[in-house]
């Protein structure tokens, strides 16, 4: 049994449920949809899981918060213009936990915005000018990050190369992901795959999708009659550095109280198990962002579940894996679940964590699991956002 | 199969996309133009900020003044890129953070040797090429110049 602590006497998400959780269709092309149309897809998604109606609902947040509002006639209803993802839920359950909402509804898709395939995805380009001339995408700015963990610890593009593989073939193996049946794969394939930025081949990268998805949020008395299992929320910090992809990203840049640029998540995570009363040690199960494979390797270190600079055999060992000590993002995450920019893929995380937390994973269910912990962001960002959800009502 | 010519990292052709000057930033385009590497430093605290700002986030007391930099300095992360990020770009290149002897960061991009020469801590010297449309972009080249046969 878990003990849920925290320093400023009960518990800040103790009223706070996550009752509704929802995908739509994720694929490489979904025809006949924009973003908003997908995303309203997800919104009514996730209301029926709850079991809810549109008129239930009393704030809306996300990107489409205001068309949310007008398609689904949730108006008079708080709208909250927020494109993030950890961070949205979180105000939508201090949203609850103040007393200015009951029913919070958050959704996000993404589709028919990457069109011109002979470059990069349009919101993996920066365009600040520090950056721009440089030919920077994602990929590049989180190897500049990478290189700098290979330099001070010896990590291998082999144990980079198994964290992708290790996620990748949860993919495989989830009917619901875009990349289903398309492995399995080993670690060597990873490193056959062509490099795009150095040290990351095409399989260490996430893919790019489309697709929509959503959330609801109740306060705890609206729970009993609801269609599905009720998850809870035990903790949650969101760290920044600054803005993503608009100068040179430095892992040794540092920040306040000694953290640096390089371990941002580090606090937030910190914060979380804080606030749940727990450790490391009580997490069953990591949804964790994967926009490239170093950032699992990263992560294992920032969030305690290995020593420094060891992420990478604890990864080569197979502890993220199925029956490992700590599975990682057991759909298959952005590498092969779904990646349809804006936040949908964010918010997914947190949905893969509830649906571990109900124990309703068709594939990949960690059995027993009672705390997940879900992340969004990485390094080559300056962000990272983590969120801790439990089985049990803290 | 016919044999690769080894890989040398070269700047890129006119046509790639440019930045945009602030208010802020626009003395530093300027030098750059000139072929000069300008950063800000603080005269009460003597911080290098991130990026072009208007006041010391450091101290809020001193004055921001412009300050030529030596071009020299050390690298210290990079990544070669096989697959551009946009069709105008020229494969391989090397996006790279320098570490200048002025005790701050530089965004750059490595020419003048192959990717296979780059090791941390590798002393570089920036150098500057026109990019089109009136700018000229700080590069870094090895320190002792650049490799015969380069063609930079």
């Known amino acids: 049994m878990i003990g849920y602590g925290s320093a400023v006497g009960a518990h800040p998400y103790r009223d706070v449920a996550i009752a509704g959780v929802f995908n739509t269709e994720q694929a490489r092309r979904l025809e006949g949809h924009d973003s908003e149309s997908i995303a309203t897809a997800g919104a009514l998604g996730a209301l029926a899981d709850a079991g809810l109606e549109p008129t239930d609902v009393d704030a809306v ?47 996000a898709g993404g589709a028919d915005v990457y069109r011109d395939r002979e470059a990069t995805a349009p919101w993996t380009r920066p365009e600040h000018e520090f950056v721009i001339s440089y030919g920077l995408f994602t990929a590049a ?38 990349y289903h049946g398309k492995g399995p794969f080993t670690p060597a394939d990873v490193l056959a795959s062509r490099m795009v930025a150095d040290p990351f081949h095409l399989l260490d990268c996430s893919t790019t999708s489309e697709g929509g998805c959503g ?30 992809y608009q100068m040179a990203p430095v892992w040794d840049m540092p920040g306040k109280d000694g953290y640096v640029a390089g371990r941002v998540g580090e606090r937030a995570g910190q914060q979380a198990y804080r606030t749940a009363g727990i450790g490391p040690a009580d997490v069953g199960v990591a949804e964790l962002y994967d926009p490239f494979s170093f950032e699992i390797i990263r992560q294992m270190e ?70 997940a912990i879900c992340s969004t962001g990485g390094s080559g960002a300056l962000f990272t956002d983590v969120l801790l959800l439990g089985a049990a009502r803290p | 199969m016919t044999v690769e010519p080894p890989a040398v990292l070269r700047p890129q052709p006119p046509g790639i996309p440019l930045p945009r000057p602030s208010r802020l930033s626009q003395p530093y385009w300027d ?9 800000q430093r603080c005269t009460g605290c003597g911080a290098v900020p991130r990026r072009p700002v208007a006041s010391c986030s450091a101290c809020s007391r001193g004055r921001l003044v412009w300050e030529r930099s030596s071009g020299a300095g050390t690298l210290y992360s990079w990544t070669v890129v096989w697959r551009p990020q946009h069709p105008t770009f020229r494969t391989p290149y ?22 296979e020469d780059l090791t941390s801590g590798l002393p570089l010297q920036v150098v500057f090429h026109p990019v089109g449309g009136d700018v000229w972009l700080p590069y870094a080249e090895p320190a002792g110049g650049t490799e015969p046969g380069s063609g930079s």
């Open chain 1, 61 to 107: 947040i996300g990107s489409f918060a205001q068309e949310l509002t007008l398609s689904l006639a949730l108006g008079p209803c708080t709208r909250v213009f927020d494109p993030l993802g950890i961070p949205a839920i979180l105000h939508g359950a201090q949203m609850i936990a103040a007393g200015q909402a009951s029913v919070v509804l958050l959704a």
């Open chain 1, 215 to 244: 959330l609801v949020l109740v306060r705890a008395d609206r729970v009993s009659g609801l269609r599905s299992r009720p998850v809870w929320i035990l903790g949650g910090g969101s760290d920044s550095f600054g803005p993503a």
């Open chain 2, 94 to 115: 090397a996006p790279a953070v320098m570490a200048m002897e002025e005790g701050w960061w530089l965004m750059t991009s490595i020419i003048g040797c192959a990717p």
């Open chain 1, 141 to 178: 700015e989180f190897a500049l990050m990478a290189r700098r963990h290979m330099l001070t610890y010896g990590t291998t593009p082999e144990q980079m190369a198994t964290a992708a593989a290790t996620i990748r073939n949860y993919g495989h193996a989830n009917p619901a992901a875009v």
């Open chain 2, 31 to 39: 030098a750059a133009r000139a072929q000069e590497l300008v950063f």
């Open chain 1, 302 to 371: 920032v969030f305690g579940f290995c020593p420094d600079g060891e992420g990478g055999p604890f990864v080569a060992d197979g502890h993220t894996g199925p029956g490992g000590t700590i599975p990682v993002t057991t759909d298959g995450g952005t590498m092969s679940f779904s990646h349809a920019g804006i936040n949908a893929q964010q918010y997914q995380r947190v949905i893969r964590g509830v649906q571990q937390m109900r124990g309703e994973c068709p594939t990949g269910q960690v059995p027993g699991a009672e705390v």
